[in-house]
T-cell receptor, first 110, second 112 residues
Framework: QQPVQSPQAVILREGEDAVINCSSSKALYSVHWYRQKHGEAPVFLMILLKGGEQKGHEKISASFNEKKQQSSLYLTASQLSYSGTYFCGKPRSGNTPLVFGKGTRLSVIA | NAGVTQTPKFQVLKTGQSMTLQCAQDMNHNSMYWYRQDPGMGLRLIYYSASEGTTDKGEVPNGYNVSRLNKREFSLRLESAAPSQTSVYFC???????????FGPGTRLTVT
């Protein structure tokens, strides 16, 4: 049931774009994205809802693939502050707590 | 507005000792959660409380107990600590189960 994230790690230079994927064996009805900086708590980034609506706090976008079994998080023109581990989470069912993927470590270098 | 607070920040226990991790939120959220985070494993749910007066098991509940003391507070108890419980523990809260979660700063627990 745990979503599978890819890649496991990625290194970018400032200004480059990145895509992080979150896959599930069943259709995703919503996907939550969090970022965790080293030694800190995870922080909410956005929710992608089944109709494609996005609710978030930052200039980060996400989408579903056609079968809604994969969500992709798009980070454009990356900044040093984007470095951290990104987690996707999906509800087990309905309004239940999330199950998180193992994370994607993103490092942005100057 | 402190958000989610956790105590203690660090703790070292010997095998067999017990302890309680405290968590409190001041956002009037209905749901609260306890996660553990181990290297390469992501965040795994231990227990959660969908609303005051209810608690449910998550993915890895063995060896833990919880108490939802009131709407604000949700504690996690280790009755007999084991080295396998060495981890970073995060408490979180949200308005409902599938809504944005706010995490506390974490407790780093080492069991020797």
């Amino acid at each position: 049931q745990q979503p599978v994230q890819s890649p496991q790690a990625v290194i970018l230079r400032e200004g480059e774009d990145a895509v992080i994927n979150c896959s599930s064996s069943k259709a995703l009805y919503s996907v939550h994205w969090y970022r965790q900086k080293h030694g800190e708590a995870p922080v909410f980034l956005m929710i992608l809802l089944k109709g494609g609506e996005q609710k978030g706090h930052e200039k980060i976008s996400a989408s579903f693939n056609e079968k809604k079994q994969q969500s992709s998080l798009y980070l454009t023109a990356s900044q040093l502050s984007y470095s951290g581990t990104y987690f996707c989470g999906k509800p087990r069912s309905g309004n239940t707590p999330l199950v998180f993927g193992k994370g994607t470590r993103l490092s942005v270098i100057a | 507005n402190a958000g989610v607070t956790q105590t203690p920040k660090f703790q070292v226990l010997k095998t067999g000792q017990s302890m309680t991790l405290q968590c409190a939120q001041d956002m009037n959220h209905n749901s609260m959660y306890w996660y553990r985070q181990d290297p390469g494993m992501g965040l795994r749910l231990i227990y959660y409380s969908a609303s005051e007066g209810t608690t449910d098991k998550g993915e890895v509940p063995n060896g833990y107990n919880v108490s939802r003391l009131n709407k604000r507070e949700f504690s996690l108890r280790l009755e007999s600590a084991a080295p396998s419980q060495t981890s970073v523990y995060f408490c979180a809260s949200s308005d409902q189960g599938a809504y944005e979660q706010y995490f506390g700063p974490g407790t780093r627990l080492t069991v020797t």
